[in-house]
């Protein structure tokens, strides 16, 4: 049975539909949001953890969400970092210059995306949502299909959430999109990669 669209969010096309895209699993997506993660952003996201190992590190996920005929769907087209953040080994705060530097980029370079989520890192200890993460995931991320995504660049894991009702809740897997040609190389990344559910 076919819900409503949440308030605010469109009809729009399904990334599994689309012409030449090729979808790989990351855990077991599951019902309730389809979330699609872009190739290149999920390359992005580990990239800059691997550079710093030794802290958290974070950023915004820009693309779109609109419900197509198979559901909520929310579409990660890019990983933007956070420059200019509060860190260390336990945390992750972006700063407002941090902000004024993610609006200027959507200004300049993405004017036709929009802020879906954010991810961040736990160097070494896992894939969880810690009371601060919740936090910020439920005061400020909390509207319909965004999302949250935690890398562990040092155990190589990743694990996704969201607020279907208001809090937080663990997706049970992501899609990973890619091209056919670089549909090999997205393959050999996922299968060195654990997704974490964090019920």
């Known amino acids: 049975m076919?819900?409503?669209?949440?308030?605010?969010v469109v009809e729009?096309?399904?990334?599994?539909?689309?012409e030449g895209v090729r979808l790989l699993r990351l855990g077991q997506p599951g019902s309730g949001l389809r979330a699609f993660v872009s190739y290149p952003s999920l390359k992005q996201m580990l990239a800059h953890g691997q550079r710093q190992p030794d802290r958290e590190v974070g950023g915004v996920l820009l693309?779109?969400?609109?419900?197509s005929r198979q559901g909520l769907v929310t579409t990660v087209a890019e990983a933007v970092p956070a420059a200019r953040t509060q860190a260390d080994r336990g945390h992750v705060t972006f700063s407002?210059?941090?902000w004024e530097e993610i609006?200027?980029?959507?200004?300049?370079l993405a004017p036709d995306l929009q802020i879906v989520g954010w991810y961040h890192?736990?160097?070494?200890f896992g894939v969880f949502f810690s009371h601060h993460d919740r936090f910020i995931q439920e005061n400020f991320f909390a509207g319909p299909?965004?999302?949250g995504v935690v890398i562990d660049p040092v155990k190589k894991m990743v694990g996704g959430f969201w607020c279907p009702a208001g809090q937080v809740a663990s997706l049970a897997g992501l899609w990973i999109s890619t091209s056919e040609?670089?549909?090999?190389?997205?393959?050999?990344?996922?299968?060195?990669?654990q997704y974490s559910r964090c019920d």
């Open 181 to 193: 040609d670089t549909y090999p190389i997205a393959e050999q990344l996922v299968k060195t990669l």
């Open 63 to 67: 693309g779109s969400i609109c419900r």
């Open 2 to 8: 076919e819900t409503a669209a949440p308030a605010g």
């Open 145 to 147: 299909g965004q999302l």
């Open 121 to 124: 890192t736990h160097p070494g």
């Open 12 to 18: 729009g096309p399904d990334p599994a539909d689309a």
């Open 96 to 98: 407002h210059q941090s």
């Open 103 to 108: 609006y200027s980029y959507l200004d300049s």
